[in-house]
């Protein structure tokens, strides 16, 4: 069974320190992970899919298969960081498409 | 484009009553899905549907239906509303599997639900 777990439902942190949120996942084969942002009062969409290991608005996220992580990672934190953010792992359903199991969330909240 | 649109935004419900929940996307996607949003729970699949004229269940598909009757459409309904229904209703779609960005979902805005 698939399964995401992220500890922290809430991250504080003041601007310009180092940001990491936390992903733990649990799958049998070979995973796909992505984080997905949810600012306020706006749709969720993605941040960022580890199998294009690209950094979007600074954040990073590597796949480390021994520990089942995948943190997402900034070394400075900015005030427009401040969001629900939602790690999430695809697998596939019958008859085509993607099902994404989600994490539960971590907010992020940048103080000045 | 309008990329993902839901309707209505916001709905209060009364125990016992039915209500339809509608979905619409423009960027010709292959793939709809429903979810629900819970405090402390993520969001969990409740119907997806892999094109028109089919669906199929998901994680938490009871007391929940759906039709696909048009390929930009996907309309969740509630036959009999119960307050364990109460939640923020997410609707997605996405391209077909292997296409370029076949892996990303695109989001709706939400539809807030409270069912009395």
């Known amino acids: 069974a698939q399964r995401v777990t992220q500890p922290e439902k809430l991250l504080s942190v003041f601007k310009g320190a180092p940001v990491e949120l936390k992903c733990n996942y649990s799958?049998?084969?070979?995973?796909?992970l992505f984080w997905y942002v949810q600012y306020s009062r706006q749709r969720l969409q993605l941040l960022l899919r580890h199998i294009s290991r690209e950094s979007i608005k600074g954040f990073t996220a590597d796949l480390n298969k021994g520990e089942t992580s995948f943190h997402l990672k900034k070394p400075f934190a900015q005030e427009e960081d401040s969001a629900m953010y939602y790690c999430a792992l695809s697998g596939s359903l019958t008859g085509g498409g993607n099902k994404l199991t989600f994490g539960t969330g971590t907010q992020l909240k940048v103080e000045l | 484009n309008a990329g993902v649109t839901q309707t209505p935004k916001f709905r209060v419900l009364k125990t016992g009553q039915s209500m339809t929940l509608l979905c619409a996307q423009d960027m010709n996607h292959e793939y709809m899905y429903w979810y629900r949003q819970d405090p402390g729970m993520g969001l969990r699949l409740i119907h997806y549907s892999v094109g028109e004229g089919t669906t199929a269940k998901g994680e938490v598909p009871d007391g929940y239906n759906v039709s696909r009757l048009k390929k930009q459409n996907f309309l969740l309904g509630l036959e009999s509303a119960a307050p364990s229904q109460t939640s923020v209703y997410f609707c997605?779609?996405?391209?077909?599997?292997?296409?370029?960005?076949?892996?990303?979902?695109?989001f709706g805005p939400g539809t807030r639900l409270t069912v009395l």
């Open positions: 997605a779609s996405s391209p077909l599997w292997g296409r370029e960005g076949g892996d990303t979902q695109y």
């Open positions: 799958y049998s084969g070979s995973p796909e």
